[in-house]
């Protein structure tokens, strides 16, 4: 399963100064953290960027992706990184469910040094940087990012590894490219102009994830064949062809976000959709989660974690 959640460069538009700009961007990260996303994306606004050019929201996210053991390596002195003391700890965890700092743990590490003997020096926060093999079937670079394995911390035993780097990937493109890749998966648009979140529409979005659920026509969606979340003749017939998808492994899953004062259908030059519908093809389901809201305003941080909440269930 592949989650990718895409923000827009204009995610600050509204903060007061670039300490509550870095904030938030803080509080998307973490939401990325808890809900083991795996994509970041930021994606375009020019009309609705704010006071810290388009490029701020992607240097903070990558900047708060990056182990803190790491950060003094990979990062210089930035002006966008003015407030970076104000971002939250992420406390990722690694995929086996070890901590950070056990033996047996996943690590990320940065080669600093490419020797001839098929060795390479990596820096993954421990005391001294290491020296580590290459596998026959890795080829690695100095500066990049690599996984390590740490067995045992005294003496020091690790290996390099080809598995996932803990945490989320943090890149930029274009809103319609990003919709348009292979893990797309089902793609769903956060907004308070969409369908609201029930639990049964929830119980059939999450049967659908775990059945694969395709975008566009890949997938046959709910179980009576109608797109994402359209269950209004079938919420009383959960059949069992529904109750074994969400026993499965979960698919691939896409969701994006609007910016403060400028959603989705604004970002997009759309009318606002009529219960979800705008005619608009490249979202299966637009969401709203969370109905009947108290505030004027859920702000883009708020509605990524309440967003992802409910999406992350299983039965």
Aim: charged share 30%; net charge negative.
């Amino acid at each position: 399963m592949t989650t990718s959640v895409l923000v827009p460069a204009s995610l600050t538009r509204e903060a007061e100064d670039k300490r509550e700009a870095t904030r938030k961007i803080g509080y998307v990260a973490r939401a990325a953290t808890v809900f083991r996303v795996d994509r970041l994306t930021v994606y375009p606004d020019p009309d609705g960027v704010g006071n810290w050019g388009s490029g701020f929201v992607e240097t903070v996210l990558r900047y708060a992706a990056t182990p803190p053991y790491l950060r003094k390596e990979v990062w210089d002195r930035r002006s966008e990184l003015e407030y970076a003391g104000v971002l939250p700890a992420l406390r990722v965890r690694s995929l086996t469910g070890s901590g950070s700092t056990e033996s047996g743990s996943l690590r990320q590490g940065i080669v600093t040094e490419v020797g001839a003997d098929g060795r390479v020096r990596v820096n993954c926060g421990l005391q001294h940087p290491i020296s580590l093999p290459v596998p026959g079937d890795m080829d690695v670079g100095e500066g990049e990012r690599v996984s390590v394995r740490v067995s045992s911390r005294e003496p020091v035993r690790a290996k390099l590894v080809d598995e996932p780097l803990p945490g989320f990937a943090v890149d930029a493109a274009d809103l319609d490219d990003a919709l348009a890749r292979d893990d797309a998966g089902l793609t769903v648009a956060a907004s308070r102009y969409g369908e609201e979140l029930t639990v049964t529409k929830l119980h059939h979005l999450v049967a659908q994830l775990r059945d694969g659920g395709q975008h566009g026509d890949g997938g046959d969606g709910p179980a009576d064949g109608a797109r994402a979340g359209d269950v209004d003749d079938a919420a009383s017939d959960v059949d069992s062809e529904d109750a074994d998808a969400a026993d499965g492994p979960p698919g691939d899953l896409t969701v994006a976000f609007g910016a403060p004062e400028r959603g989705l259908p604004a970002i997009l030059g759309i009318d606002r959709p009529e219960r979800g519908e705008t005619g608009d093809d490249r979202f299966d389901l637009w969401l709203n989660t969370v109905p009947d809201q108290g505030s004027e305003v859920v702000r883009t941080e708020e509605a990524v974690f309440a967003t992802l909440a409910p999406l992350r269930l299983t039965e």
